[in-house]
């Protein structure tokens, strides 16, 4: 009986009033869904078997925060590691920190300057990966300012490094190992950008690493 009350007052409103509330109900459906997506992503979905888009995986600057932290959770995971980056000490401890946690692990390390020669890089990259199957590439390399600035107050050789490695870097990178994930019809790739790009858009005093780190 209430059911049938509140149908018939409903009815009963301007049409007006109807509509308003018809988009209302649509908003608030629309918001519990996309909560109730959230809740289901951030807690309750499984998480992939990681393997099954190979038994490696490849991972650029990976010696500090972000790239490290990728690192040890794929060998966590269970997958082996090429690491890329620019110097070979900080390769070798984060290497043997992953070993000595996760002793099953194969490394493979690959000593890249970003900021010089690129072709060569790649040649390294593309030599270490030779007959492995690298399902996950997890594009972490990047530079930015090291403290903020005008845009006209940017050097030519911090510009061409924002450039260089956050863009070309990146994209080379991709380019050398795509051909054989879709050979084998399966991979992952991850490129990490920042939220400069997002959160504060075009991020000012930061404004061409925020353009090259989207």
């Known amino acids: 009986m209430e059911f049938w009350f509140i149908v ?76 890329v980056g620019r110097n070979p000490d900080k390769l070798k401890d984060v290497s043997d920190a992953i070993k000595a946690k996760f002793g099953k692990t194969q490394i493979k390390n690959v000593v890249v300057d970003f ?45 061409k490094n924002l450039v260089h490695i956050n863009i070309e870097g990146t994209t080379k990178v991709t380019q050398a190992l795509l051909p054989s994930m879709l050979k084998r019809k399966k991979g992952a790739i991850v490129n990490i950008g920042s939220g400069a790009a997002i959160i504060i858009p075009s991020d000012p005093l930061y404004a061409v690493y925020a353009a090259t780190k989207p």
């Not at 908003?27 to 109730?36: A, E, H, N, R």
């Not at 690298?134 to 050789?157: C, K, M, P, Q, T």
């Open 8 to 83: 018939q007052h409903f009815n009963a409103q301007p049409i007006w009033v109807r509509f308003l509330s018809f988009l209302c109900l649509l908003c608030l459906s629309k918001f519990t869904l996309i909560l109730l997506r959230w809740v289901y992503v951030s807690f309750l979905r499984p998480g992939k078997n990681l393997k099954k888009y190979g038994s490696w995986a490849l991972v650029t600057a990976p010696t500090d925060d972000i790239g490290k932290g990728f690192a040890f959770q794929l060998a966590r995971k269970g997958l082996n590691l090429v690491l």
């Open 115 to 159: 900021s010089g020669d690129l072709s060569e890089g790649i040649r390294r990259i593309k030599e270490a990966i030779e007959g492995l199957d690298v399902g996950i590439l997890i594009n972490n390399v990047g530079v930015s300012y090291s403290y903020a600035r005008f845009f006209h107050e940017v050097d030519e050789e911090l510009m």
